[in-house]
T-cell receptor, first 113, second 108 residues
Framework: DGGITQSPKYLFRKEGQNVTLSCEQN?????MYWYRQDPGQGLRLIYY???????QKGDIAEGYSVSREKKESFPLTVTSAQKNPTAFYLC????????????FGPGTRLTVT | AQRVTQPEKLLSVFKGAPVELKCNYS??????LFWYVQYSRQRLQLLLR??SRESIKGFTADLNKGETSFHLKKPFAQEEDSAMYYC??????????FGTGTRLTIIP
């Protein structure tokens, strides 16, 4: 373990509030990713970044935002516009964007009530 | 559309019996293929990738281009194989597309 960290492990928020999930890696990887994991739906890509100061929408980007100001950090903000934010969120990184193994963080479980 | 399908949500196998986890995809090209595994209370991690042609923990996966499948197989299941398994494909668009996963339970 180690290399890619997510905090906090559990997060609780009231509906209508924005919340930011942290993801940090010390692997010197160029590419970083955010996934949402829901039972029966597998992993769905929210946003990804191939390089610092650049990022692209994944398959379910609506209601989320990201930034990539530093190579080692890729925070995800879950906004109040996300209709169903309660989920398990996974961050990952890889050396390069294409064809390389992705290394995953331990995840953050977000509960919005 | 590019799609990854894992038809079995749950699979139970007796210890010592063969295991096969199915993965099918829809794509006319040649994707990069991976199997990821998540053991209880552990992170999601790479189990094997097609390009390396390795056997990891006794598992192998063969690409069948005609059937567009990448099934994961092990001849003799062990209790420690119980986990969630995800098939994932890189269709050359700089991201992975994951299947919905199969939860494998090995019955002692």
């Amino acid at each position: 373990d180690g290399g890619i960290t997510q905090s906090p492990k559990y997060l609780f928020r009231k509906e209508g509030q924005n919340v930011t999930l942290s993801c940090e890696q010390n692997l010197n990887h160029d590419a970083m990713y955010w996934y949402r994991q829901d039972p029966g739906q597998g992993l769905r890509l929210i946003y990804y970044s191939q390089i610092v100061n650049d990022f692209q929408k994944g398959d379910i980007a609506e209601g989320y935002s990201v930034s990539r100001e530093k190579k080692e950090s890729f925070p995800l903000t879950v906004t109040s516009a996300q209709k169903n934010p309660t989920a398990f969120y996974l961050c990952a990184s890889s050396i390069r964007p294409t064809g390389d193994e992705q290394y995953f963080g331990p995840g953050t479980r977000l509960t919005v009530t | 559309a590019q799609r990854v399908t894992q038809p079995e949500k749950l699979l139970s196998v007796f210890k010592g019996a063969p295991v096969e986890l199915k993965c099918n995809y829809s794509y006319s090209g040649s994707p990069e293929l991976f199997w990821y595994v998540q053991y209880s209370r552990q992170r999601l991690q790479l189990l094997l990738r097609h390009i390396s042609r390795e056997s990891i923990k006794g598992f192998t996966a063969d690409l069948n281009k005609g059937e567009t499948s990448f099934h994961l197989k092990k001849p003799f299941a062990q209790e420690e194989d119980s986990a969630m398994y995800y098939c994932a494909l890189d269709f050359g668009n700089e991201k992975l597309t994951f299947g919905t996963g199969t939860r494998l339970t090995i019955i002692p």
